[in-house]
């Protein structure tokens, strides 16, 4: 019963989507108030009362009693526990060798396509985080570079005594972790956080380097080596063995695999609701579509490249919306999507009205139409061909084509394939928007690139489901990114996805966080400030009152701690905060 409602709920709240978005507070009030308590933690209500459902809030419900490790700690405090706390990391190096790039993906399945595309990317070394269930062997035969596979046991003896590594959860998403901390252990500058299903395209020079006119030419770290073998289960010196212990499974690297019925965000299979009913994910589309998308078996390959890489003066070429007045902006019908509505997983819904027909039509560049155009006006805006510092880039977010990052409520009643155009230039997410109010979109982690200034973004809360925890990721991050003039870019389509088999009821359950409470969490992320000196202060500040609003548990708080620490054992160098609240001032 609890199913056909989630179902019946959805396909209203299509229904006002269908009927020129005439979506409002009571779209969100008619996905099942159930589903909200148990996402709280809370016992059902079996009340029934002949109002509609309650909206989540986001009120502090209680209070973190914990201790705030980085309250008022200086940039002199956090470079003095640095240096201590690399004197006596716990981290155990697998080698010597360093990249400067790094892919990191989590898996239980067996090598798929997706992941041996990426192994034989030139300058990419890849890191393949297992779990408890997936294969005893993960071989990439024709990698490039450096690829290592962790199974439970190199987990262990990695990382089994830091204090990070003691806080991921087996069987979980969140154990992708600890393949951002081996990165950068490991000499990351830059990580391409991707899933087993989302694989690169081959395209063209041009094409693949779109928003920096030209391919990077960096090189891997000094001690790497530029076609080095996997490791596939023989030890490194010194290194753990490599071998997963485990027997074999299938499921996706998140979403089903990484699935929990309980919203935890568990590895652990859904097999019953993968066995249920329809509707499910389709099969792949015809053999010869499919393969004329997939790269051949050849060399090593260059696509995936650095914002500004191949400019000389450092310079990335973006797409910029000016006049633009909503906090939230739908990059989708600006990358050309193929159907219409259409939105990234994670967008508040009851947003799409507001925001949808503003720039439904294709956009008018700022030269043509200045700022004091008609196009300026309150329901419209102009896009900006501009060149920004790579520099102030801090993540790029790559759509995907064939089935590319949509909630569920889209995939049960809209058509896929949904593909992009390729555009000239990537879209530049604004920070601010005509009102000075900060601009969110959510990105996730299925291929998206972080540079060097917002590593410190990487971390993946695990008291949520996996299919939340990348969006939550995205949403915290942006409103830090702001305080230290970091952005967030869309980029044009550089990777295809297939998505392994899923069934949508289940994916629109464990997505219920997303539809009830990201609405609200926009709103008091946008209206939260800390007077902090340094970014850990101010990021510890941020969870904590997550936590008490319920968007996190406090293991994600303790998790968050456990990642700053981390970062200063690494020695990594936070961005120094450039902007405060006015009323920081005038302390």
């Known amino acids: 019963m609890r199913l056909f409602l989630a179902t019946l709920s959805a396909l209203c709240l299509w229904a006002a989507v269908a009927q020129n978005f005439e979506l409002g507070d009571l779209l969100v009030e008619s996905i099942s108030h159930r589903i909200a308590q148990r996402q709280l933690g809370e016992a059902a209500d079996t009340k029934i009362e002949g109002t509609s459902g309650k909206l989540f809030k986001g009120e502090v419900?209680?209070?973190?009693?914990?201790?705030?490790?980085?309250?008022?700690?200086?940039?002199?405090?956090?470079?003095?526990?640095?240096?201590?706390?690399?004197?006596?990391?716990?981290?155990?190096?697998?080698?010597?060798?360093?990249?400067?790039?790094?892919?990191?993906?989590?898996?239980?399945?067996?090598?798929?396509?997706?992941?041996q595309r990426q192994a034989m990317e030139e300058d990419w070394c890849l890191v393949v985080i297992g779990d408890r269930k997936g294969p005893r062997e993960y071989p990439l035969p024709q990698a490039a570079n450096w690829t290592v596979f962790l199974d439970d046991k190199a987990q262990e003896t990695f990382a089994g005594d830091h204090p990070l590594g003691k806080?991921?959860?087996?069987?979980?998403?969140?154990?992708?972790?600890?393949?951002?901390v081996f990165a950068l252990l490991h000499g990351a500058q830059a990580v391409f956080d991707f899933d087993d299903d989302n694989m690169?395209?081959?395209?063209?020079?041009?094409?693949?380097?779109?928003?920096?006119?030209?391919?990077?030419?960096?090189?891997?770290?000094?001690?790497?080596?530029?076609?080095?073998?996997p490791i596939h289960g023989r030890k490194l010196p010194n290194a753990p063995n490599t071998v997963a212990h485990s027997h074999s499974a299938s499921a996706s690297s998140k979403d089903k695999a990484h699935g929990s019925s309980s919203g935890s965000g568990s590895h652990e299979h859904k097999a019953a609701e993968a066995k249920a009913s329809p509707p499910v994910q389709p099969a792949a589309p015809a053999a010869a579509a499919a393969e004329a998308a997939k790269p051949s078996p050849a060399a090593a390959k260059r696509v995936l490249v650095l914002p500004g890489s191949g400019h000389s003066e450092g310079l990335y070429h973006v797409?910029?919306?000016f006049a633009y007045n909503f906090s939230l902006l739908n990059p989708y019908p600006l990358m050309g999507a193929t159907a219409h509505p259409a939105w990234p997983r994670g967008y508040p819904l009851h947003l799409l009205k507001a925001t949808y027909h503003h720039y439904s039509s294709t956009p008018t560049s700022a030269a043509a139409a200045p700022l004091s155009s008609p196009h300026a006006a309150a329901n419209s805006f102009v896009l900006n061909k501009v060149a920004v510092p790579a520099a102030s880039v801090g993540v790029v977010q790559y759509l995907a084509n064939h089935d590319p990052d949509v909630d569920a409520i889209y995939r049960l009643v809209q058509p896929l394939p949904l593909n992009f155009q390729l555009r000239q230039h990537p879209l530049l997410l604004p920070l601010?928007?005509?009102?000075?109010?900060?601009?969110?979109?959510?990105?996730?982690?299925?291929?998206?690139?972080?540079t060097r200034a917002a590593l410190w973004t990487l971390l993946l809360p695990i008291t949520v489901h996996g299919r939340v925890s990348d969006i939550w990721r995205s949403y915290f991050a942006q409103r830090l990114m702001a305080d230290v003039d970091l952005a967030v870019v869309f980029h044009p389509p550089l990777v295809v996805q297939f998505r392994n088999s899923h069934n949508y009821l289940a994916d629109f359950d464990s997505e219920g966080p997303l539809y009830l409470q990201a609405g609200t969490l926009v709103e008091q992320l946008a209206a939260w400030h800390s007077c902090a000196e340094t970014l850990p202060e101010r990021m510890e500040s941020l969870w904590i009152m997550l936590y008490e609003r319920g968007y996190v548990q406090q293991a994600d708080v303790a998790l968050l701690q456990a990642w700053l620490a981390t970062l200063l054992e690494l020695q990594y160098a936070f961005p120094d905060v450039k902007h405060s609240h006015p009323s920081c001032h005038k302390k």
């Open 61 to 115: 419900f209680r209070q973190f009693d914990g201790t705030r490790l980085f309250k008022d700690v200086s940039a002199k405090d956090l470079a003095k526990r640095a240096k201590d706390a690399a004197s006596s990391s716990r981290l155990k190096h697998v080698s010597d060798r360093r990249c400067s790039h790094w892919a990191v993906v989590t898996t239980i399945n067996e090598p798929t396509e997706a992941v």
């Open 167 to 180: 806080l991921l959860p087996w069987n979980h998403f969140g154990r992708k972790n600890l393949g951002f």
């Open 200 to 229: 690169l395209l081959d395209l063209p020079p041009a094409a693949a380097a779109t928003g920096g006119h030209g391919h990077m030419r960096g090189s891997l770290g000094a001690n790497a080596t530029s076609h080095a073998h």
């Open 319 to 321: 797409n910029v919306p």
């Open 432 to 450: 601010f928007n005509a009102n000075r109010e900060q601009v969110f979109c959510p990105y996730n982690a299925q291929a998206t690139l972080h």
